[in-house]
């Protein structure tokens, strides 16, 4: 065994472990060993995104002492490398685009708790990427539930800890489902290692036995995880939750705590249930409907939305509509585009919230968009990266959201016509609607006019700066070079089965 | 294949499910933020019954080696335990989050209505 098999085990424990760490250091400190943690991982997922691009094959981690269906195992593909490198990027750039907010609006004695909180969430998503037990999954969909409770309510006001409840609940339901779907699945197949599961069904399936207590246990699974990354009639909790908090935990929360829920549903549709089995049950058409729903439901209600963070927190409604609505498509296509929609949706989403909490700063901390006209003249780099994140969004080419849109349309022109149509009409409204509300809101931050907050002092941050200019490539790069992404998800994918 | 004598076999199992189902609606439903907390242990009770229901199996013991190793049929299956035990730790974190999120509620509002609250914050920004 290569010792580079060791990072995805080594990334988990060094995210803990640093956790505890920062609990016994003040607030500065635990600033600095999580920017270095996280960078740490970060490198350490590029050589094993390096290495796995050589071998050409996924490989299994043996923890402790005990063979495949007893001991726990970890396995790493080239999809969970990359999805562990992207998230420690969008993880750091979104803690230094936040960090004047973050020290603004934690108490002082608080700010090493938001750093606990940050390395438990980042190992708990590093565990989801790389599990291969199921009920490791279970345990970690919880800690994560928890950290990014944390998140949400270490900004302390009325605001974040109603939206914290409701977070809370919302979680708490998903994770009671799939709680109870791993638990049928266990009783079914008496394995919880995910490739002992599949062999498992894969027999049960030919031979016809348990035929119900598996459709409902897919469909328990499915909802309960659709329930926690808040697909279009469970996001009651979002717009609170992301609209009130601080920015780093606004820009977390969207594009990595749902993505990771997302991923872990994809990895369970190939790795625990296989694929066919999931075709053949229907439950994935649900998911298609509900996408579609949500495409439409979400930007219809961001456009009348008079908050800015708010609007862009309805528009992650609609973008996890998307997501769905390609995994419910039913073809490799379609889950190469979601995918890569969670890729550029993280970028893109993470860019607004930083580039919003700009805008209204130098807007007496209005987030209302009447006080925001002609925030992009007093804050020019926010106002710059508004922009970008907002054509990304709409789909303009040369970003982003742009490759997913053709992604996305590939995927459902080679599909069915029962689903081509509809995913085509829905895609198309829900572009216009896209269009409309980022639209409005760019040409509102770029209209001159005078206003009272004019000659108020903008402090400049270069870190800030900073950030939004990586953001702004990461966008770009995406946009322009998706060639070689689309094609390590394809082999990703491919290794999953 | 009537549903009739599978029930009649498994009817623990059914019970366990319609506790998770009166747990899961209180906790989507009650407008008492305590009384969502009950609906959430009483659903997440109702999968621990179904686990170790699953794990039982008549006739044998529990895997503990008393005097001398028996053979394997003489034992229960010990993982269904172990997971409830996990799963009991995991619902006495959160039940303890939403307890303390309960009590931080109640004391800037006065009252353990979701809906009251969410009215109050409204009038609270105007």
């Known amino acids: 065994m290569d010792f580079v098999q060791n990072i995805p085990f080594f990334s988990i424990l060094l995210s803990l472990f640093s956790g505890t760490v920062t609990s016994m250091v003040n607030g500065k400190w635990a600033k600095r060993i999580n920017a270095f943690i996280i960078t740490v991982i970060m490198a350490m997922s590029t050589v094993l995104l390096f290495y796995l691009l050589g071998t050409k094959e996924s490989y299994t981690f043996m923890m402790g002492h005990f063979p495949a269906p007893w001991g726990n195992e970890i396995r790493a593909g080239v999809l969970e490398a990359l999805m562990a490198l992207f998230f420690c990027i969008i993880m750091l750039l979104s803690l230094v685009g936040g960090r004047g907010h973050l020290e603004r609006e934690i108490a002082p004695s608080k700010q090493n708790l938001y750093y606990i909180l940050i390395n438990l969430l980042l190992s708990s998503l590093l565990a989801l990427i790389y599990t291969n037990d199921l009920f490791t999954a279970y345990v970690f969909v919880e800690i994560n539930t928890i950290s990014a409770c944390g998140l949400i309510m270490i900004r302390q006001n009325g605001h974040t800890f109603e939206a914290a409840v409701r977070y809370m609940i919302m979680s708490l339901l998903g994770s009671g489902l799939l709680l109870l779907g791993i638990c049928i699945l266990y009783d079914c197949t008496g394995h919880l290692l995910m490739s002992n599961i599949k062999s498992s069904i894969i027999m049960m399936a030919a031979t016809g036995d348990y035929h119900i207590p598996l459709v409902v246990a897919i469909a328990f699974i499915c909802v309960g995880l659709a329930i926690k990354s808040a697909l279009f009639p469970f996001h009651s909790w979002l717009p609170n939750a992301y609209g009130y908090s601080t920015a780093s935990s606004a820009a977390i929360l969207s594009s990595l705590v749902s993505k990771g829920y997302i991923f872990l549903l994809i990895k369970i549709c190939y790795r625990v249930i296989g694929w066919e089995v999931i075709l053949s049950s229907k439950v994935i058409h649900i998911l298609f409907l509900f996408g579609l729903c949500g495409m439409i439901m979400g930007s219809l209600s961001a456009i009348s939305e008079n908050d800015i963070r708010r609007m862009i927190a309805f528009s992650s409604v609609a973008q996890i509509g998307y997501i769905y609505m390609g995994i419910g498509l039913g073809t490799l296509e379609g889950m190469t585009a979601s995918i890569y929609h969670i890729l550029s949706h993280a970028a893109t989403k993470s860019l607004l919230f930083i580039a919003a909490v700009g805008l209204t700063d130098t807007s007496g901390q209005s987030k209302k968009f009447i006080d925001l006209t002609g925030a992009a003249y007093r804050n020019k780099p926010a106002g710059i990266a508004f922009t970008v994140g907002a054509l990304s969004m709409v789909g303009i080419p040369g970003f982003s959201g742009f490759i997913s849109k053709l992604l996305f349309g590939t995927a459902c022109i080679q599909n069915t016509p029962y689903k081509m149509l509809p995913t085509l009409i829905c895609l198309g409204i829900s572009t216009i609607l896209n269009a409309i509300y980022f639209m409005k809101t760019v040409i509102r931050i770029y209209t001159p006019v005078k206003s009272p907050y004019d000659n108020m002092p903008v402090k400049k941050s270069f870190r800030y700066a900073g950030a939004l200019v990586c953001f702004v490539i990461l966008n770009i790069v995406l946009g322009m070079c998706s060639t070689p992404i689309v094609n390590m998800i394809q082999m990703g994918l491919k290794m999953f089965s | ?126």
């Not at chain 2, 974190?93 to 809906?115: K, N, P």
């Open chain 2, 1 to 126: 294949m009537g549903f009739g004598p599978n029930l009649s076999v498994n009817y623990a199992e059914a019970v366990s499910m319609i506790l998770f189902a009166i747990g899961f609606t209180n906790l989507l439903l009650q407008k008492n933020l305590i009384k969502k907390i009950i609906g959430l242990n009483i659903m997440d009770t109702a999968t621990y019954l179904f686990l170790a229901l699953k794990g039982y199996i008549q006739g044998r013991v529990a895997p503990i080696v008393v005097d001398g190793v028996q053979e394997v049929e003489a034992y229960i299956n010990p993982i269904p335990g172990g997971l409830v035990l996990t799963g009991i730790v995991v619902s006495v974190s959160v039940s303890a989050l939403m307890l303390s999120l309960t009590i931080r509620l109640y004391r800037r509002y006065h009252t353990l209505d979701l809906d009251e609250i969410s009215t109050l914050l409204k009038k609270e920004e105007n």
